[in-house]
């Protein structure tokens, strides 16, 4: 062997062992760094997103971000300077030397998103949570069952055709009165006159141009007169999510647990809220400016399916329509015009319809029940007394079986859709706590509810390119 022959053996050999560990070394340092990185990402969104708007949890069990940070716009640059802020100190450990080069939103989704979906689902995601699913399904359907037959009775009502009946029934006695004053001759009277029929119809006709809510409630004065905002979610050019989630399909389960959600954190008439409405659950069913125009609106469509189940009652019931034809044929025979009697019927049945309509809302608004579908034992008014509706407060029968008002809220919060009942429970939402000191400007469609972040980091070795995202319920 030659002399210096391992000498020069061993130092190409440490040579390349000094390379393979120092490339180790570098590796290990990369990847610790990538994983610091990761951290520092992760605990910056963290960090983020446990600073929820108080108000939305404690009162609405909605977890969001507030994005304007208590300003009137939305506001990515807070955002990221936030999520920055918490990743430094990460980046700094170790004795890494790690800046941040820059660090922007990829995407986020807003609570107002595809008309609320993000909303919808947060409410629904609490209360598979915290109601019991059956018994809330069971609860529905049984609305569902209710809304069936409210339906038909809407449809017989308007097949009944109130107005051209009316209509007819004016010609009908225009028409009489006229014949009338073409045959009275004078002539001398050698029989008593007839005992008068009394006709309730025109006395009804006055009743039903009289404002709804002076009919089925003792005092009026005493209804709310708030107002909504002056701009609302649903009336405003709205925010929007860049990238945002896809809309889900709806369920009828889903459907049923945010209608129950909305009971249970919106007031109504029985039970009012005490912030910037007191009727929500009205808001949301009509949508309009202040609490007693929906109130009134909630009045008429519940009146007008009572008169269509009243009304399909009284066409079912033989006695109570012999009254009503006995009492038509009176009344056609004292103004001399017996064609007039089919005419005569189906108005004094309509009549009939209303009244007993009015007398089942009083009681609804006072908190009691009336059966959906009448009996003779639970029909409440006479023919004869009709003319002294306004006069019957006091005199309906106690009920406690049956639907009650909220019950059919219910029924008309079924038929409506998930998009316009979601849009305008965060309407009721919005403006509440916009109701409290210093969240005046609070918008909803400036909450977010999920992001993806994206960043650049130089350190000693390479920059990293970073992108992470989370939301509630990831």
Avoid at 8 to 19: N, R
Avoid at 51 to 56: L, T, V
Avoid at 260 to 273: A, R, T
Avoid at 460 to 468: H, L, P, V
Wanted: glycine fraction near 8%; charge should be negative.
């Amino acid at each position: 062997m030659k002399t210096g022959s391992v000498t020069v053996f061993l130092a190409l050999i440490t040579t390349v062992i000094l390379a393979l560990t120092a490339a180790s070394i570098q590796s290990v340092k990369n990847a610790a760094y990538r994983v610091q990185i990761l951290n520092g990402m992760d605990i910056g969104l963290y960090s983020l997103f446990a600073q929820y708007d108080k108000d939305m949890l404690e009162e609405y069990h909605l977890l969001f971000i507030d994005g304007t940070w208590g300003g009137s716009q939305l506001n990515i640059g807070r955002i990221c300077d936030e999520i920055q802020s918490y990743m430094e100190p990460v980046l700094k450990q170790n004795h890494a030397s790690m800046k941040i080069s820059s660090l922007g939103l990829t995407g986020y989704t807003l609570a107002s998103d595809q008309n609320g979906q993000p909303f919808y689902q947060q409410a629904v995601e609490y209360m598979k949570e915290t109601a019991g699913i059956q018994a809330v399904k069971k609860l529905w359907e049984k609305a569902r069952e209710e809304t069936q037959s409210s339906l038909e009775g809407e449809e017989l009502w308007e097949s009944a055709n109130e107005n051209e009946t009316m209509e007819e029934y004016e010609i009908q006695m225009q028409e009489a009165d006229s014949a009338q004053a073409e045959e009275e001759e004078p002539q001398e009277e050698t029989t008593l006159p007839a005992e008068p029929v009394e006709n309730p119809i025109p006395v009804i006709r006055e009743i039903q141009n009289m404002g709804i809510l002076d009919l089925v409630l003792k005092d009026p004065g005493q209804v709310s007169r708030k107002e909504t905002d002056e701009e609302l979610l649903s009336a405003r050019e709205q925010e929007t999510g860049m990238n945002p989630q896809t809309e889900a399909e709806d369920g009828a389960v889903d459907k049923m647990l945010f209608q129950e959600y909305l009971f249970q954190i919106c007031g109504d008439y029985l039970s009012p809220g005490q912030g910037k409405l007191d009727y929500q659950m009205e808001y949301i069913l009509f949508g309009r400016e202040s609490d007693i125009e929906n109130l009134k609106a909630a009045a008429n469509r519940i009146l007008l399916i009572r008169e269509g189940l009243n009304f399909a009652y009284l066409l079912g019931d033989p006695a109570k329509k012999g009254a009503a034809q006995a009492l038509a044929a009176s009344l056609a025979a004292a103004i001399l015009f017996p064609p007039a009697e089919p005419v005569i019927e189906a108005a004094l049945l309509l009549c009939w319809a209303f009244a007993e309509s009015i007398v089942d809302m009083r009681m609804l608004f006072q908190g009691q029940k009336v059966p959906a579908v009448k009996s003779s034992a639970s029909w409440q008014t006479s023919l004869e007394g009709l003319t002294g509706l306004l006069g019957n407060w006091g005199e309906e029968k106690t009920g406690e079986e049956g639907i009650g008002y909220e019950d059919y809220l219910k029924i008309l919060l079924l038929l409506q859709s998930r998009e316009k009942m979601t849009i305008r429970a965060m309407d009721v939402v919005e403006m509440e706590i916009r109701n409290r000191d210093g969240k005046e400007t609070f918008r909803l469609d400036c909450c977010i509810g999920a992001l993806e972040a994206e960043a650049a980091v130089e350190s000693d070795i390479k920059t990293y390119q970073i992108n992470r995202s989370y939301g509630y319920g990831n």
